[in-house]
């Protein structure tokens, strides 16, 4: 069968915007075979309406089977499991299911779950990666700490150190807006919902 690879990035609350592309690519004719980061291999297919849905969970392997199989009697097939990604081997534990089945005109079919308590995972795993900045920051201040007590006049020691606080710095950063730009957006879809915690 014919595979085509596409990228396309998505932030961890965007699972609904995720779901839309990925149900296009099925009306295109492109049924989803694997996810790995911003990667997306689709499987040549015969177009068709599809319905897929994410969900974001932290099972033990064997509630993992039952979970999968709770779905599959409902007529949801499994397309995809994908972890969630760890920084620093902090391990979440969550992994995203992709399910998707034929699209059914009676309302209340194509959903498996709702929304909200999406959300509150996604809110969860975002939290996860506060620790993960703190971590980041630490390693930063260690280092700057160990450079000052070092007491070296090297020009090329000074500018390897100089480069790799840039570097971390540059990832604190991106880390720390993307972070918080998405807690900001989970909240306020949350919001929209009128039940938060």
């Not at 396309?8 to 609350?13: A, P, R």
């Not at 004719?29 to 997306?40: D, K, M």
Request: hydrophobic content about 40%; some cysteine; charged content about 25%.
């Amino acid at each position: 069968m014919e595979q085509i690879k596409l990228k396309k990035h998505f932030d961890l609350c965007d699972f609904v915007e995720e779901q839309s592309f990925i149900e296009a690519e099925h009306r295109n004719g492109y049924r989803l075979i694997g996810r790995s980061g911003g990667n997306f291999t689709f499987e040549a297919c015969a177009p068709d309406e599809y319905v897929y849905r994410m969900d974001c969970m932290r099972l033990k392997e064997q509630d993992e089977i039952l979970y999968i199989e709770q779905f599959a009697d409902i007529g949801w097939e499994l397309a995809e499991i994908r972890k969630q990604s760890d920084l620093f081997h902090i391990k979440s534990g969550y992994k995203w299911y992709y399910f998707c089945k034929k699209k059914s005109p009676v309302e209340g079919e194509n959903e498996i779950n709702n929304i909200p308590n999406r959300l509150r995972t996604c809110l969860k795993i975002s939290k996860l990666y506060n620790i993960e900045l703190v971590l980041l920051i630490l390693v930063i201040a260690l280092l700057n700490m160990l450079y000052s007590n070092m007491g070296v006049e090297n020009i090329f020691l000074e500018f390897l150190y100089m480069v790799f606080t840039f570097v971390l710095l540059y990832f604190v950063g991106r880390y720390f807006f993307t972070n918080l730009g998405m807690s900001g957006k989970i909240k306020q879809l949350l919001s929209a919902y009128t039940i938060i915690d």
